[in-house]
């Protein structure tokens, strides 16, 4: 296992793991940019709204993937919703996230 591998682990396993636990994508992307497509079925929330939307998104009780065009703004909202209790992954960029999982 490489560095990276050891620091983070593989994010493949991990993506799958939550996919396999019915894990809730979460797009944190603009409205223009996820009406222009996303994928099927998942939330959006835009990134600058996450801080607020913390108590709803619990409610979900569910681990969350989150997503955006390229992987910044997604790992920003794991980033908080971690920091807030929320089992979550930066799954990146939502065209690389559905080829990983298959949607």
């Known amino acids: 296992m490489g560095l990276f591998g050891f620091l983070f682990g593989n994010k493949?396993?991990?993506l799958n793991d939550f996919k396999n636990r019915n894990?809730?994508?979460?797009?944190?992307r603009s409205k223009a940019e996820y009406d222009s497509g996303a994928i099927p079925g998942s939330k959006h929330i835009p990134l600058q709204s996450i801080p607020t939307k913390i108590t709803d998104?619990?409610?979900?009780n569910k681990p969350v993937i989150t997503c955006c065009a390229s992987g910044m703004r997604s790992?920003?909202?794991a980033a908080i919703l971690r920091q807030n209790g929320?089992?979550?992954?930066?799954?990146?960029g939502w065209l690389n996230l559905a080829?990983?999982?298959?949607l």
């Not at 894990?23 to 944190?28: G, Y």
């Open 12 to 14: 493949n396993e991990k």
């Open 23 to 28: 894990a809730i994508i979460l797009d944190v």
């Open 57 to 60: 998104i619990k409610k979900w």
């Open 75 to 77: 790992g920003s909202a």
């Open 86 to 92: 929320v089992e979550t992954i930066n799954g990146g």
């Open 99 to 102: 080829k990983k999982l298959d």
